[in-house]
């Protein structure tokens, strides 16, 4: 079982950055691949990033690629997502999850993953 609250979230204009963090509990944080994934109103969740790990490998949205980077600390229990050139287009709820197993094809899809954090919210003004 595996605990995760992420935090971070806020308010930020356009072309601004914003750096999510999400700590899990329990000793078993390296078994786990880690992804980001975000839901707007209206919308359905939809896949941000993912690392591998041992933090060796690392995919992103092609609508984040370039602007925002996933990152682990396993001595920390920790995910974070930094987002930088921030766009109206990124506001959303921003949820972490956990994927046990391989980090397979399957890595985009949230029903590949086991846990999830409650989300914090992310609000890009223009």
């Known amino acids: 079982q595996v605990q995760l609250v992420e935090s971070g979230g806020g308010l930020v204009q356009a072309g601004g950055s914003l750096s999510l963090s999400c700590g899990a509990s329990?000793?078993?944080?390296?078994?786990?691949?880690m992804g980001w994934f975000r839901q707007a109103p209206g919308k359905e969740r939809e896949f941000v990033a993912v690392?591998?790990?041992?933090?060796?490998?690392?995919y992103y949205a092609d609508s984040v690629k370039g602007r925002f980077t996933i990152s682990r600390d396993n001595a920390k229990n920790t995910v974070y997502l930094q987002m930088n050139s921030l766009k109206p287009e990124d506001t959303a709820a921003y949820y972490c999850?956990?994927?046990?197993?391989?980090?397979?094809?399957?890595?985009?899809?949230?029903?590949?993953?086991?846990?999830w954090g409650q989300g914090t919210q992310v609000t890009v003004s223009s």
């Open positions: 329990g000793r078993t944080f390296s078994l786990y691949n």
């Open positions: 690392i591998s790990r041992s933090g060796g490998s690392t």
């Open positions: 999850a956990a994927k046990v197993g391989l980090l397979s094809g399957n890595y985009y899809s949230d029903s590949a993953y086991r846990y």
